[in-house]
């Protein structure tokens, strides 16, 4: 399985690791507009050393509860750092938003992948990633970041998130998106108890059946501070258990925070499978 942007080619056949880099107030506001733009992209660069071969960079929160940015300061945020990215990394670029004119402005300033949390339902946004011709990743979320966390309950979880990631890829389809180019996503924490989200895990596997790409991205998140007791600062450990869980189930993508960490855990998992 390949993944084609522009005029590049990512092999699927070994998992992808996809460093997180946040540009939102709380991770890089402490030197004025063009400091930031540099450390953001001193981010980037030490996780492209570490082995990420995609960069997700995000200009707005999708934390429970966070709140939601104007499209100018979203813009304002990652284009700056894409520009500097597209020019001086060899890495794929992944722009995490849901908004249309982000993912247009971000595609054109030179972003292969959209990287969308809603699953392109906001307004204009299929049809702005239709148009960008690039790969998207649609993830499931019950609710919306600000109160997705409140109550989430399903009566068949798998069933559920199962029909809505195959409804969402076949109006893409429809739209004109080619489906090597469509990335599924499970969705972890987004309106999900832990329950859902171990159970979502356990069953990569089956998501992976289906035959799209499967981006799993459980680094940092709750699910391991709820299971193990652990604050944002505690939850390597289990993020690379998730990470390894999903990967041998056959996961394409992982996206990490813990760029280093995740490729070491890679790199012993081949050695073994080169036995088999
Ligand atoms: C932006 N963002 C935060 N968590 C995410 C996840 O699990 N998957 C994807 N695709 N994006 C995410």
Known sequence: M???SR???????????MGILNVTPDSFSDGGHFANVDKAFKQASKMVEQGATIIDIGGESTRPGAADVATQEELDRVIPVIEKMSQH?????????????????AVNAGAHIINDVRALQEEGALQAAVAAGVPVCLMHMQGAPRSMQTAPEYTDLLKEVQSFLLQRAQVCIKAGIKKDNIILDLGFGFGKQLKHNFELLSATKQFVTLGYPVLTGV???????????RDINGRLAGSLAGAL??????????RVHDVAETIDIIK????VNSFN
């Open 2 to 4: 390949y993944l084609r």
């Open 7 to 17: 005029d590049k080619t990512l092999d699927l056949t070994t998992p992808q690791v």
């Open 89 to 105: 990394l060899d890495c794929w670029i992944s722009i995490d938003t849901s908004k249309a004119i982000v993912m247009t402005e």
């Open 219 to 229: 680094s940092r998140k709750s699910m391991f501070g709820q299971l193990l007791n």
């Open 245 to 254: 869980i999903a990967i041998q189930q056959g996961s394409q993508i992982i």
């Open 268 to 271: 012993v998992l081949q050695e």
